[in-house]
């Protein structure tokens, strides 16, 4: 949305245009630079955690400080907001002076200022005045006397009063007209934010497919006419689906810098700045928290199970995604521990032919997943994936791994049908040595698609979404219950 009212912001030759100084953190970017810098400092390091109070008894402009020497920021990534900047341009082009003005510390500002190239002066907090509020009005006030201000944020009202001018960027209604009742309002630049769309997409609820591994316990035990273990399934799922979307809150805002630098990730609303950080400082905690109430009410073994997930899931976020293979085991073993959540929902011992079967054919579609994005690497002509311990040159061995993987997955299911404890529960076991087949053709397809780059999602979601994997999924289940008919009995 636009809006011009402000006559100085035609162009006069006989009028010189006030000086227009830009505020930085959702303002000229829909993003905030502190929260990104607090993140990947303890992305890199937790412990700083307990050093950010230490540095905060000092002052804010100190804590910036004190962060910014040791994260810096890729201005070239950040989510601009276009439409501010597209008149910027135009303001460039008149011969106006532009300002960069933030609270932010000096060498962030300076960084996006030299970086956009628009801006004749950036200011910054110097790690003694945090240039905010009444003190950035007074540095302001320094230079020129009269000016007109871009800000996003209600501290900025001070600034808005003693400006000839004011352009306004995603305000509230009732702050907007606050602001128009005290100065003219020379532009309005107002980008999406905050939509119920974007919060859907950050909680990924298509990727809650993958937690419908928790019935497979359910199914294998034939427990699909008991209701009340059906209610403790449905239980365990919603559990799972929560903690997961908290688990991708939580990665989608640490690695802000890597997926912007993705294909397709830096899609995402909090790479793309469609949703304020602060947002999902809060929405991770409270989906968490959602998930442990939920599962008060199913055993405490899956209470349990829970939190050994997210615990994983955490180790796997600040340390172990960076690490070549021990990522891949790793979500490999959260698509088990899945399954064995799912067995401790309806209070049953997982069998251990399923959890072998499971750890072999997970591994080797989470290897599915690290192949696409270096072939897609390689493709693209670089050398490295970033924040990962992968380069390009590695896509033929991941290839190996993954498809020997799938073949011992399909090995397992075969003994597993030899056993004698198999023989005991299947009244036709012989049956399901049709399953075998069916389950190469579908390991061996995936990872055909792969080669091809035909898979650009999760290689778990792709396997529920694709219709081939759904019939192949379906003939084996289909396979299962007629092993369970004595066909001795009935064709003799």
């Known amino acids: 949305m636009a809006a011009n009212t402000h006559p100085q912001a035609a162009s006069d030759s006989s009028t ?17 630079l502190l929260i990104e810098s607090v993140l990947e400092l303890l992305k890199r390091n937790l412990l700083y955690l307990f050093l950010l109070p230490l540095w905060l008894l000092a002052g804010k402009a100190s804590l910036k400080q004190q962060i910014a020497r040791r994260v810096g920021v890729r201005a070239d990534l950040l989510p601009y907001n276009d439409s501010l900047l597209d008149y910027l341009r135009d303001q460039k082009a008149l011969g106006r002076k532009l300002v960069l003005i933030s609270a932010s510390d000096q060498t962030l500002v300076n960084a996006v200022a030299e970086h956009l190239g628009l801006f004749d002066q950036a200011i910054g907090s110097d790690g003694n005045i945090n240039c905010s509020g009444i ?15 871009a800000g996003d944020n209600r501290v900025d009202l001070p600034i808005w009063e003693k400006a000839s001018a004011a352009i306004t960027v995603n305000l509230p209604a009732a702050l907007q007209q606050r602001v128009i009742a005290k100065t003219a309002l020379e532009h309005q630049c107002d980008y999406p934010q ?13 990727q809650w497919l993958k937690n419908t591994l928790v019935f497979l316990p359910l199914a294998l035990a034939h ?6 273990l059906i209610l403790n399934a449905l239980l365990a799922f919603l559990c799972f689906g929560l903690c997961a979307s908290s688990v991708y809150v939580l990665n989608d805002l640490l690695d802000l810098p890597s997926d912007r630098q993705h294909y397709s990730k830096c899609r995402r609303p909090f790479a793309a700045g469609d949703i304020p950080l602060i947002s ?11 998930a442990f109430s939920v599962a008060s009410l199913l055993p405490r073994a899956f209470v349990v199970i829970l939190a050994l997930y997210y615990l994983c899931t955490g180790l796997y976020s600040f340390v172990l995604k960076k690490i070549m293979l021990v990522d891949v085991i790793l979500l490999a073993a959260l698509y088990t521990l899945r399954i064995i959540s799912g067995a401790a929902a309806i209070a049953v011992v997982p069998s251990f032919w399923l959890l072998a079967f499971s750890m ?24 490295q994936t970033e924040g990962r311990g992968y380069f390009a040159q590695d896509l033929g061995m991941m290839a190996m791994f993954g498809c020997s993987s799938a073949f011992l997955s399909v090995m397992v299911f075969a003994l597993y049908i030899n056993n004698e404890e198999t023989r005991n529960q299947y009244l036709t076991p012989e049956i399901l040595w049709l399953i075998c087949p069916l389950l ?8 055909l698609l792969a080669a091809r780059g035909q898979i650009a999602e999760d290689p778990i979601v792709f396997a529920l979404k694709d219709r081939v994997s759904q019939a192949v999924t379906l003939a084996c289940g289909l396979l299962l219950w007629l092993a369970n008919i004595p066909w001795r009995e009935v064709l003799l």
Do not use: C
């Open 16 to 32: 010189p245009l006030p000086p227009l100084y830009v505020d930085l953190d959702g303002t000229l970017i829909r993003s905030d």
């Open 135 to 149: 003190r950035k009005l007074t540095r302001i006030q320094q230079d020129d006397p009269v000016f007109v201000y």
């Open 280 to 290: 999902g400082l809060i929405l991770s905690p409270v989906l968490l928290l959602s």
């Open 360 to 383: 072999f054919l997970f591994f080797s579609l989470a290897v599915v997943k690290r192949y696409t994005e270096l072939d897609y690497l390689r493709n693209a002509g670089m050398s």
């Open 440 to 447: 190469l053709y579908m390991v061996t397809r995936i990872w």
């Open 194 to 206: 905050g939509a119920v769309k974007a919060y859907v997409r950050a909680l990924r609820l298509h």
């Open 223 to 228: 427990q699909l006419d008991n209701p009340a």
